[in-house]
Each structure stands twice: as C-alpha cells, then as structure tokens.
C-alpha cells in the first residue's frame, strides 16, 4: 500500500532581510509566488495534504500556496522560536497520522521532487529522520552534517560548531523527512539550550539515535536548496530558474538563438521547432505552438500563438490575443483580447483591442481599433480577406464584412457590408499654382523676423 505523507512548509519567518512590506514567500519567481513554487514541488513528491506553517501576512500566503489539487491548511505560528517550534506549530495535523512527515522551508523555491522522494524512500527503508544535505564551498550559515563512522550523528549549528566542525562542507539544506508516527514524539523532546536559544529541528539527529532510530541523509544539488533571504539571493534563484527551464525547452526542441535573454514565466508553453529570438519575455500565459516564431524584442502575456505564426520584432501580445496559423503580428503593434485568423497580417505600428479578425484580412500601417469611448470597451469584427488602409481608426463597435476594402486614413464609424468599398475622410483638393503665395508669403515673415532681430 502506498504510503501516506503531510508535507509541513515552514514559511513564518519575518523576512527582515528581505526589506520588504510583505513576507518573502509571496515574492515571485518566474511570475508566480516562490511559496507556491514550493507546494508544486512537494506536490510531485506524492504527498497527502499540505500544512502549512505561516507567520506574518498569513493570509496572503495561505492564498499564494494554494494550487489546483492541492489540500492545504494553514496553522499560525505566533512566536518564532525556531525551526523543531515551528513544525510542532502543525502539531494537529500531524497527529491526524501519516507514514511520512515531510518538512521543508518556503523560501527554497528551487527544489524539486528528487531529493524529496529520496528522502520519503528512506523512510521506507526503516530511517526514523532523513535529513536532505548538499555540499558547497561556502557553508557558513549552515548547519553542519557531523560524521561518524560513515554515520550522521548529529547537525551543527553554525553558532554552537566548533572550529573543527566549521571546516565540515556538508551542509543541512533544513529540508528533513520524519518517521510519522514518531514524529510528536521526537519533537517534543527539543530544548532551546543552544547559542541562539531556539528550538532546532536538527536536534531531531541526535534525539532520534539516542532512541535507538535509525538516522541517514540523502543529498541534493545545492543550486536547488538555494534559500532566498535578500533581494540579491532573489535575483540569483531567478537566474537559476530561468536557466533551468530555458535548458530544458531547447532540450525538448525549441530553438533559442540567445537563451540567456529570454524570460520565461512558470507556465510558460512552447512548442517544437518554435524559434524564439533574442530578448523575449513571456508573461504568465503563454502558449507558443509548434514552428512558431517569436522575433526579438517581444512581449506576450496570456497569449496563444499557433503553429507557423509570427510575431515580432518589438511586438506585444496582451491576455487574449489568439493567432491562427500563419497569422502575423509586426513591429510596433500591440493585440490585446485579439483573434487574428488563418493567415491574417498586422505588420507594423497598430493597435489591436477587443477585436476579431477573419482568415487573409490585411490590416495595413498604423491602424487603431478603437475600443474604448472612455468608459465601456466595445468590438470590432472584421471579416475574411478584408483590406483595411493604412492609418484607419475603426471605431467599436463596428463590423467590417468579408472582402471590404477601407480606403487609408479613413475613421469608420458605421458599419461597412461585405465588399464594400468605405472611405471615412476628406476629399482631396487640388489648387493650381497656390503652392507659390504660400511659400512667398512664409519667406516674407522669415525676412521681417530677421530685419528686427
Ligand atoms: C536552518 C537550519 C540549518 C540549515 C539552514 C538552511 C535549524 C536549527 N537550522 O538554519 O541547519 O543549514 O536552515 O537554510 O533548523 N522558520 C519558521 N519559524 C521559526 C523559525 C524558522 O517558520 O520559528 C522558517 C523560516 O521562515 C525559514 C526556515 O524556517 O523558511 C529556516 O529558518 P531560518 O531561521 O532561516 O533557519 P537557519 O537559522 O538559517
Ligand atoms: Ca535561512
């Protein structure tokens, strides 16, 4: 039978600093809150339910953590008294019992369920605490993994570790795995007689042994159990994440000319053979199909480009623009809540809001939908193979039918059937020879400017 598991989040820490007017967990990465980072991960570690230990900003965060399929209850730690106070803050939920306690920080958006699900195997294989270490050049700060005898025996504080025991490079990411029908016991057993005066979790090492348990460590990548305390620390788990996932689409077939440019978003989609250019950044919302190419310079948010689409250079795709196959967006032009169809072409220096366009329509230079009178948004359908002239205001709500053609500069207020011919604009006139007076008129005010000066 398949082992029950309660994934403890610790994320009541007050984030000092952070410097921030809100708790750290709710700062994103990739566009998406860092704490709900950390409930995809445990998620796919094939956990049960979720407990999650919150401090400031607890509702916030309790919102910021739910995902879809995901059971999660908050438990309010009041005090900060440390990491072994801060799992015992979940006390209810842990004697509901389960076979596994899982604990892990909100503030390590980079795990993943590797190290989790190992640490859950030890479990299985009779370790009563399985603590998940990694090894690093710079381990101050960390707790240290002690050894002996090819077994941990205990994790050292920074503050209580002797100068031998700093030189120790294996480290405690803090991410930890509990025998579940242990676990309140074990945990009540933590003191605070240590430098800081807390209660350490890590003591669960030592307390679990002298018990007779069995205690083991697995080890992950320490770019994953990267904890973000500052803003530095921030930009740096960004970088990684964006790394990551950048390395793993070109892996699955998608061509980027100048990856480390791109921004991705945590939802970000994109298919094979798509080629993304440099200095692209894709919003939440993006869905590139396959042989799509986004040029360099764009950027799209809640958007869905389909197959042998293009878009770009210096073009924006707002939440709701919807290209067909083979549709074009140029430079300078924005879509949002825009259907283009099959083929349609938007190519430079437009605006398209609230709008529908059929299959082979044109959409020439500088054409503006005007979708906003000031206080209601309205549509604009336009129909298949439509031409609409370059530097035309449409203004919603207004209908083109299939075929019409709109002569350039024109502003259509009223609806134009299909195949049509509208022109919205003055007639031109033409004065022979009137060129002349007007330029001799302008040379004459120069000369009398330049007589009183
Ligand atoms: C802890 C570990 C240390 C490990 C390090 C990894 C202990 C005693 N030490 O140290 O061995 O190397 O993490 O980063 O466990 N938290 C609460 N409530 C509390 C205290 C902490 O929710 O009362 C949360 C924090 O928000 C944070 C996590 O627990 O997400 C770790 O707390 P922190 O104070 O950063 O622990 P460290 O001293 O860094
Ligand atoms: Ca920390």
Redesign the pocket.
Known sequence: MERTCLAVI??????TRMKSSKS??LHPVAGRPMIAHVVEAVASAGISSVAL???RDAEDVAKAASIDGVGIESYL?K????????VL?AREAIAKGYDDILVT????PLQTDGPLKAARQGLADGSDVVVIGFHTDRPT????LLVKDGELIA?R??KDATDAERTVTW????LMAINGRKALDLLARIGNANA?G??????LVEIARSLGGRVTAVDAPEIE?T?C?TRAELAVIERFWQERRRHEMMLAGVTMIAPETVVLSYDTVIGQDALIEPNVVFGPGAVIDSGAVIHAFSHIEGAHVSQGATVGPFARLRPGADLANGAKVGNFCEVKNGRLGEGAKVNHLTYIGDAVIGAGSNIGAGTITCNYDGVNKSETVIGENAFIGSNSSLVAPVTIGDGAYIGSGSVITVNVPADALALGRARQEIKPGRATPLRERALAIKAAKKAKA
């Open positions: 610790l994320a009541a820490g007050d984030s750290k967990v230990v919150v401090g730690q005090e900060r008294l440390g990491t072994g106070h801060a803050a920080y909100g503030d390590v700060g960390y707790g240290r994790i504080e920074e480290c405690n990411s803090g800081k807390e209660f350490y979790l890590t003591d159990m904890g305390n």
